[in-house]
């Protein structure tokens, strides 16, 4: 009976060693349920992008960009990517060119992430200030001086669709200015893109005029000192702003940019589908990237355009996301630095990219 119990006591030992050995192994599901990321949360969106989907790389038609790229009239660079497929071509992909106008594409991806946080909604009134008003544009040309109150969503509409640079400042603004927008990009993986001015600050940069000149002067005021700066104070300038490490890109951080736009994450669903809605309404630059697509071809897109002197324009751009007739959809971006002689030019050349894309990516005949 003796030698029974401690046969008993030696089983039942090994069962819960057994028991003790199996739970160890299995998954926590707390653990698991914990970890997962809410669906509307834009906080935990940096872990969600540290990894970019798989993607592999398309020799053949990199090489037919390439020879597009030669082309151009200035230093092009050019990135796409297949969100479908995971299909890419890159040309000079990693080259800094002045973004201009492009920055408004991350300038309204702050404002959404804040209507995501709660700071405001896009029915909020903005009240206008001088400083923000520049001396072209639709909401510069109403109001001068500021003074008026505009919903936060008629600004990104203005911003994005018209590309109006008041309202680019208006909400620059509103986020906490140049430095915050840079500072979200890196929070949430993407690096490559600098902010660094407002629209105001960059244009004056261009015509020459002494930092703070405008600190609180309307747009007629700004009008006013441009007209005054000398040629030779200008042309220093256009040169200084050529060789400028600011507010510069890369089209591979624009296609990173749309890439994680375009999966969902950076916003949430809701600001996902607003963004994108005001992207596909872009008038701007028509002979860019839809010019020589075929009819109806859907792109969502921003473009940004450079002052011109002397023959040599600082960049022209354009970035989006076009659908191809299966309904899968390309992100590209195409910058040209320094173009030289008529802008037309260098809008072909982009034109003749997105083309060469989408006949190589949908089966269309060239």
Same mark, same amino acid.
């Given at each position: 009976m ?28 707390d653990?698991?349920d914990?970890t ?10 940096p ?49 800094a ?5 492009v920055v ?14 709660? #700071? ?26 500021g ?5 936060v ?19 620059? #603004? ?22 660094? #001015? ?6 004056n ?15 007629e005021?700004?009008r ?11 042309d ?30 950076l ?6 589908d ?37 023959g040599?324009t600082?960049?022209?751009n354009?970035v ?17 630095g ?9 809008e ?10 989408y ?7 060239e």
């Open positions: 003796k030698r029974f119990g401690i046969i008993a006591a030696v089983g039942l030992a090994v069962l819960v060693t057994w028991l003790m050995l199996s739970q160890a192994r299995r998954p926590s599901r653990t698991t914990t997962a990321a809410p669906a509307e949360s834009s906080a935990a969106a872990a969600s992008i540290a990894q970019r989907s798989p993607e592999h790389p398309d020799s053949a038609l990199e090489t037919r960009l390439a020879a597009i790229v030669r082309s151009a009239p200035g230093r092009c660079a050019v990135s796409v990517k297949h969100l479908g497929t995971g299909a890419v071509a890159r040309v000079n992909a990693d080259s060119i002045p973004l201009l106008s408004k594409l991350p300038v309204a991806l702050v404002v959404l992430d804040g209507v995501d946080h709660g #700071r405001w909604s896009l029915t909020t009134p903005v009240t206008l200030i001088a400083q923000d008003m520049h001396p072209r544009g639709w909401l510069g040309d109403r109001y001068p001086r003074g008026g109150h505009v919903t969503y008629r600004l990104l509409n203005l911003m994005l669709t018209r590309s109006d640079n008041s309202s680019a400042d208006v909400l620059m #603004r509103l986020v906490g200015g140049p430095p915050v927008v840079t500072q979200w990009l890196k929070e949430h993986g993407i690096d490559g893109l600098r902010v660094d #001015r407002t629209e105001r600050g960059l244009g940069d261009w015509y020459g005029l002494a930092p703070g000149a405008d600190t609180a002067g309307s747009a005021e700004i006013e000192q441009r007209s005054q700066v000398p040629a030779a104070v200008q220093s300038a256009v040169r200084a702003m050529l060789i400028d490490p600011r507010d510069t890109g890369t089209a591979e951080a624009c296609v990173q940019v749309l890439e994680h736009l375009w999966k969902g994450d916003l949430s669903p809701a600001m996902t607003t963004l994108k809605s005001v992207l596909f309404r872009c008038r701007t630059a028509p002979h860019r990237l839809p010019w020589m697509l075929p009819k109806g071809t859907r792109v969502a897109r921003k473009t940004g355009t450079g002052g011109t002197w002397a040599v600082v960049a022209i354009d989006g996301v076009m659908r191809l007739p299966n309904g899968e959809e390309v992100a590209i971006a195409v910058l040209i320094e173009p030289r002689g008529p802008i037309p030019r260098a072909r050349v982009i034109a003749r990219v997105a083309r060469t894309v006949d190589a990516w949908s089966g269309s005949p």
